[in-house]
């Protein structure tokens, strides 16, 4: 069964960093892509970043590119989303998410989509203060 336990939250100064982390078991962990994504109060969730299986291909969200930084620790089974600069319109709860991978798969734009993750996490509430 897989599960993914986000960790890392909390409130910070506008300007501040943050360092999520995702904490994967049920699977090998390097097999399969990774995505974080984000939900404001009153607002649809959004995608954040996404990183695939092997060598780690990215995408982010116009929005937090040059500030975040996703990646993942294979030998951890870790995924991290590195937070900088952040904004008070960061603010929302953060999920990291996985695919089944099941068949043939391609890293494509696509996999900023909501329906490419099967499985996610809890949440963790990030708060950005001004």
């Known amino acids: 069964q897989v599960q993914l336990a986000e960790s890392g939250g909390g409130l910070v100064q506008a300007g501040g960093s943050l360092r999520l982390s995702c904490a994967a078991s049920g699977r090998t962990f390097s097999n399969y892509a990774m995505g974080w994504f984000r939900q404001a109060p009153g607002k649809e969730r959004e995608f954040v970043a996404a990183?695939?299986?092997?060598?780690?291909?990215?995408y982010y969200a116009d929005s937090v590119r040059g500030r975040f930084t996703i990646s993942r620790d294979n030998a951890k089974n870790t995924l991290y989303l590195q937070m900088n600069s952040l904004k008070p319109e960061d603010t929302a709860v953060y999920y990291c998410?996985?695919?089944?991978?099941?068949?043939?798969?391609?890293?494509?734009?696509?996999?900023?989509?909501?329906?490419?993750?099967?499985?996610w996490g809890q949440g963790t509430q990030v708060t950005v203060s001004s």
């Open positions: 990183i695939s299986w092997g060598i780690g291909g990215t």
């Open positions: 998410a996985t695919e089944r991978g099941t068949g043939i798969r391609r890293w494509e734009l696509a996999y900023v989509k909501e329906y490419k993750y099967d499985y």
